[in-house]
Every structure is written in structure tokens, then in C-alpha cells.
């Protein structure tokens, strides 16, 4: 079983629409942290965010937000008033004290945001 | 501060042949890690060093990948022989403590034709 699943391999929406990410962990340790990156076009794996196990509080940047319910072991990401400029993979990433804090990535979700 | 740099950006090589991949971690990061993406699928781990000295190496996929860190500084990845499977996408990240994130290059994208 994977450890990140990331259900939703492509999203397309129109923009100024509101999306959200699905991410969904599973781990043993108390201890871990979660993360959210970009990968735009132009390639690089761009870090977002990184929470850990013990802050459940959500967060919000700009247009974006995260919202941790280890009730529910998921890490959703949302972009309000999506731009053209979102358009990207995003990845969703485990680390966890039992696998020497390696993140562990999921499958990504492809965003098309059209104009 | 300079980012991971990764070289070359693009690579299309024939089965068989060999491909030297490079990775040039922050200044200063002891940890640096190797990362593959096959087309759709996840960003799979591949190993990881601490400074010269490989601390894992359990997602190298055979003897057909052999990675190097030489007085702690730059990374090569080299394949040899290349196979089509091998084809995607390598990223390279370093981090100075591994619980506060990573920093990743742009990749290196792989073809094997």
C-alpha cells in the first residue's frame, strides 16, 4: 500500500474556480512531518510547506491553504481563485522517524488551470 | 545562496550506452539525495549521503546505477548500460538537517531510446 496517496491524477478547472488537493498518509510514528511541492513546467520541485505531525492548526499562504486532520491521516491542499499560473504537479510527501525522515512522495496531481 | 544544480537539464541516450548524471548540493548541506520519476508515477527515493559516505542506498535499483560523492561536495549518478526503464526524470536534493526540508534541483531528464 502506498504511503501518500494522491487519488486525483489530474484536475482541470477554469480560473478563479477554488480546487483542492487530496492527499491521504499512512504511518505508524507519532513523529513525521508532511509536505506539499510544486513542480511547474519549467521542472524544479518547488517547496510549499511543511507541517508536523504535532500542529494540527491549519495554514494559509495568499491563495493557499492546508488543512491537517490526522483524524482522518489527510493533508488536503487548496488554492483559492485559481490563476493560469498554478498549473503544475503538485506532490504531496511523507518523512517519518521510521524511515529515517526520507520523504516518501506520491503519484502527484497534474493541475491545468485554463483561462 | 546558490540552489541544487543539476546537470544536464536533458539527456537522450541509446539503450546500452552510459550517462553520467551531476548534482551540486547548497554549500554546506551534508545530506544529499538522489530521486527518480518515471512518467505518472511517484518521485521514488533512490539514495541518500552523508557527506562522502552513503547512508542509504535501498531504492537503487540495480548494479546498474552507481552513485558517487566525492569529498563530500558534488554527486554523480552514472548508468551503465542504460535501459529503456530507466528513462524519467532524476532529481537531486540536499538538506542541511533532514527534518526541515529539502531543497531540490530541476532534474534531469532522462530518455533512453
Known amino acids: 500500500a502506498q504511503k501518500v496517496t494522491q487519488a486525483q491524477t489530474e484536475i482541470s478547472v477554469v480560473e478563479k474556480e477554488d480546487v483542492t488537493l487530496d492527499c491521504v498518509y499512512e504511518?505508524?510514528?507519532?513523529?513525521?512531518?508532511l509536505f506539499w511541492y510544486k513542480q511547474p513546467p519549467s521542472g524544479e520541485l518547488v517547496f510549499l510547506i511543511r507541517r508536523n505531525s504535532f500542529d494540527e492548526q491549519n495554514e494559509i499562504s495568499g491563495r493557499y491553504s492546508w488543512n491537517f486532520q490526522k483524524s482522518t491521516s489527510s493533508f488536503n491542499f487548496t488554492i483559492t481563485a485559481s490563476q493560469v499560473v498554478d498549473s503544475a504537479v503538485y506532490f504531496c510527501a511523507l518523512s517519518e522517524a521510521g524511515g529515517s525522515y526520507i520523504p516518501t512522495f506520491g503519484r502527484g496531481t497534474s493541475l491545468i488551470v485554463h483561462p | 545562496e546558490a540552489g541544487v544544480t543539476q546537470f544536464p537539464s536533458h539527456s537522450v541516450i541509446e539503450k546500452g550506452q552510459t550517462v553520467t548524471l551531476r548534482c551540486d548540493p547548497i554549500?554546506?548541506?551534508?545530506?544529499l539525495y538522489w530521486y527518480r520519476r518515471v512518467m505518472g508515477k511517484e518521485i521514488k527515493f533512490l539514495l541518500h549521503?552523508?557527506?562522502?559516505?552513503?547512508?542509504?542506498e535501498s531504492g537503487m535499483p540495480n548494479n546498474r546505477f552507481l552513485a558517487e560523492r566525492t569529498g563530500g561536495t558534488y554527486s554523480t549518478l552514472k548508468v551503465q548500460p542504460a535501459e529503456l526503464e530507466d528513462s524519467g526524470v532524476y532529481f537531486c536534493?540536499?538538506?542541511?538537517?533532514?527534518?526541515?526540508?529539502?531543497?531540490f534541483g530541476s532534474g534531469t531528464r532522462l530518455t533512453v531510446v
Open positions: 504511518t505508524r510514528d507519532t513523529t513525521y512531518y
Open positions: 554549500s554546506g548541506h551534508d545530506n
Open positions: 536534493a540536499s538538506s542541511q538537517d533532514s527534518l526541515y526540508g529539502y531543497t
Open positions: 549521503f552523508v557527506k562522502e559516505s552513503k547512508q542509504d
